[in-house]
């Protein structure tokens, strides 16, 4: 098993040559880092970069560089409790599903039973759907064998899905990732709280952020407008 510990990256890192960038000319730049509650940012391309993976996960072709390899049999990565310590918190990921199973997780923080937030395939719907408090939010389910961006926001009064930078559902109820962090067990990505499907594919750019993002700020971290240099801010 490889177990590592999380950090936060502070290094500038470029990231260019988007599919999407050609589109986005109009989104402006968007800046964040450590000071702007940036937690995790996991590209998968450097061999020094640190994280808490189990089931010996390996890495592939990504959306940029490499990404990380889910065999959809034990592969899952945990993440920090720091990440559930603020009032809102946004995560986004490029993902490139090789299979979907009802109920497959893309994340999962909670205890499995009365206070979870996850992300996956919701078998009544068959969208993606984000289950926060009490708010069900949907988007259409991404594609096997194709790479889509999927970001959400989560809050007391807040649950949104955005696909490749454009909303798709929002609510004004949620969960605080306060509320989450007081009874959690997991906080996994690729993995259910539950006796769930593992996420199957390939993971890349794995961002969180300690609050809930604009839709403005989505779009930009969508078309890959990142920058965690401490130079900080910019838009
Ligand atoms: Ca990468
Ligand atoms: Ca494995």
């Known amino acids: 098993m490889k177990l590592k510990s999380i950090v936060v990256l502070s290094a500038a890192v470029v990231m260019a040559g988007l599919p999407v960038f050609a589109k986005s000319k109009t989104v402006k730049k968007f800046a964040v880092n450590s000071e702007k509650s940036l937690e995790v940012f996991l590209t998968f391309d450097e061999e020094t970069e640190s994280y808490t993976a189990k089931g010996n996960p390996v890495t592939g072709d990504g959306f940029e560089g490499k990404g990380l390899v889910?065999?959809?049999?034990?592969?899952?990565?945990?993440?920090?409790?720091?990440?559930?310590?603020?009032?809102?918190?946004?995560?986004?990921?490029?993902?490139?599903?090789?299979?979907?199973?009802?109920?497959?997780?893309?994340?999962?923080?909670?205890?499995?039973?009365?206070?979870?937030?996850?992300?996956?395939?919701?078998?009544?719907?068959?969208?993606?759907?984000?289950?926060?408090?009490?708010?069900?939010?949907?988007?259409?389910?991404p594609e096997t064998g194709k790479w889509t961006t999927v970001t959400v926001t989560f809050g007391e009064k807040n649950a949104a899905i955005y696909i490749d930078g454009k909303l798709s559902q929002k609510l004004s109820k949620g969960v605080s990732p306060k509320k989450v962090l007081a009874t959690v067990k997991g906080i996994y990505v690729g993995k259910s709280n539950w006796n769930d499907p593992m996420y199957k594919g390939i993971m890349d750019n794995i961002f969180v952020v300690s609050r809930i993002l604009s839709a403005e700020e989505?779009?930009?971290?969508?078309?890959?407008f990142i920058n965690t240099d401490s130079a900080g801010y910019q838009k």
């Open 70 to 141: 889910f065999d959809g049999s034990d592969d899952y990565l945990e993440l920090d409790k720091k990440i559930l310590e603020g009032d809102g918190l946004t995560f986004s990921v490029n993902i490139k599903p090789e299979s979907w199973a009802y109920w497959e997780r893309i994340f999962d923080f909670g205890n499995g039973s009365d206070c979870d937030v996850w992300l996956g395939l919701d078998q009544a719907t068959k969208a993606l759907r984000l289950a926060a408090g009490s708010a069900t939010v949907l988007a259409p389910l």
């Open 218 to 224: 989505v779009q930009a971290v969508a078309a890959g």
